[in-house]
Structures are given as structure tokens and as C-alpha cells.
Antibody
Framework: QITLKESGPTLVKPTQTLTLTCTFS??????????VGWIRQPPGKALEWLAL???????HYSPSLKSRLTITKDTSKNQVVLTMTNMDPVDTATYYC????????????WGRGTLVTVSS | QSALTQPASVSGSPGQSITIFCTGT?????????VSWYQQHPGKAPKVLIY???NRPSGVSDRFSGSKSGNTASLTISGLQAEDEADYYC??????????FGGGTKLTVL
């Protein structure tokens, strides 16, 4: 059974760097074709794709946020980490991580999400 | 990249059918079969309903169906039920090796 869980701070100050961790089970990020992505959702607003990392360490980012995002993986710990620099109140959102099934082009399973508020 | 375009809201009565459209460009919806649809109930994580335009994952009701024509994809829900009231999002892989979501559609079951 695949599960994903996001963790990190619930409150960050403007200009700070956000670090979120996705801890997963039920699959390995060393398996060919597998990926883990991050998607966020501001309160009452739409989903926004942020980044995705593949089993081979290939990484892709949202063009509008690319300069602020870094995604990494620790296969031994079954974790994916997303960092976002220079946080702003508009980055207040629920951040989800999601499993991309090997060589399938959709997000099949999602974590429950973690709400991050940016405020001084 | 711009978000895919969806109507903000749709509504229907129990038992009826509704269709939600999702319009993209030739760089995303029009270029790939990798369109997916997600259902999100309040306070919950999204759940995939449709992938590869018209495929349903195991366990998803056959009342949900998808199709695509050119740059526009669509999700049809037949035999509307009260439990279908939720937000629906389309998504597509893009020619830039990124993903894009739609603005979301709130479905109200009257």
C-alpha cells in the first residue's frame, strides 16, 4: 500500500526559506519510471504544480517558480525534499506531495497535504 | 505556462449528466494523451478519476468518463449523485516536460 506524508513548518516568515519533506512508503524511488511531485493549493484556490523528481534524479520545475525551487531525494530514507526560497504571503497554501506511477503520466496517490502560512 | 481553462462552476440535479470542459493549447492538452482529472472534496486531497484522457483507475465508478477533441478535454459525470458534489480539476503533461492544472470547477448537485 502506497502512502505519502508531508511534513514541515506550519508558519514561516516572509523572505525565509521553506523546507518540506515528503516521506513515503509502499514504493521505491529507485524503481525505473517512478516519480514524486509537489503540488500546492492556496486557500480556496486551484491546484498548482510545482516540481517533480524522477527515479533517475531527473528534475523538472514550474517555469514561474523555477528560480526559487529545489527538489531532492533520499532514496535510502524514502524521502523527497522541496525547498522554496524567499517566501511571501502569496505562497500561503496547502502543499501536497504525490506519487507518479512508473511511466504513467498522472499523479495516482497524494499525501494529505500540509498547510503552510507565510506571515510575519 | 498558463493554467488550463475550466468553468468556475457547473450544476445538475440527481440522476442527470453534466460535462466539464478543460481547454488548453497545442503544447499541452492538444499535444498529448496525458490528460487526467481529479476530484477534491472539501478539506481532502485530490483523487484521480481519469488518466490518459479516458481511462479510469481501478475502483472509480464508470459514471465518470473522459474524452478529448483538439485542445479541449472533457469530463462527463452521468447519473449525478449527492456525493459527486466536489471540485474537479483537469491536468495535462506539457511539451516542456512540466505539468499544468486547470483552474478548477465546483460541481453543485441541486
Amino acid at each position: 500500500q502506497i502512502t505519502l506524508k508531508e511534513s514541515g513548518p506550519t508558519l514561516v516568515k516572509p523572505t525565509q526559506t521553506l523546507t518540506l519533506t515528503c516521506t513515503f512508503s509502499g514504493f521505491s524511488l529507485s524503481t525505473s519510471g517512478v516519480g514524486v511531485g509537489w503540488i500546492r493549493q492556496p486557500p480556496g484556490k486551484a491546484l498548482e504544480w510545482l516540481a517533480l523528481i524522477y527515479w533517475d534524479d531527473d528534475k523538472h520545475y514550474s517555469p514561474s517558480l523555477k528560480s526559487r525551487l529545489t527538489i531532492t531525494k533520499d532514496t535510502s530514507k524514502n524521502q523527497v525534499v522541496l525547498t522554496m526560497t524567499n517566501m511571501d504571503p502569496v505562497d500561503t497554501a496547502t502543499y501536497y506531495c504525490a506519487h507518479r506511477r512508473a511511466f504513467y503520466w498522472y499523479f495516482g496517490l497524494w499525501g494529505r497535504g500540509t498547510l503552510v502560512t507565510v506571515s510575519s | 505556462q498558463s493554467a488550463l481553462t475550466q468553468p468556475a462552476s457547473v450544476s445538475g440535479s440527481p440522476g442527470q449528466s453534466i460535462t466539464i470542459f478543460c481547454t488548453g493549447t497545442s503544447s499541452d492538452v492538444g499535444d498529448y494523451k496525458y490528460v487526467s482529472w481529479y476530484q477534491q472534496h472539501p478539506g481532502k486531497a485530490p483523487k484521480v478519476l481519469i488518466y490518459y484522457v479516458s481511462n479510469r483507475p481501478s475502483g472509480v465508478s464508470d459514471r465518470f468518463s473522459g474524452s478529448k477533441s483538439g485542445n479541449t478535454a472533457s469530463l462527463t459525470i452521468s447519473g449525478l449523485q449527492a456525493e459527486d458534489e466536489a471540485d474537479y480539476y483537469c491536468s495535462s503533461y506539457t511539451s516542456s516536460n512540466t505539468w499544468v492544472f486547470g483552474g478548477g470547477t465546483k460541481l453543485t448537485v441541486l
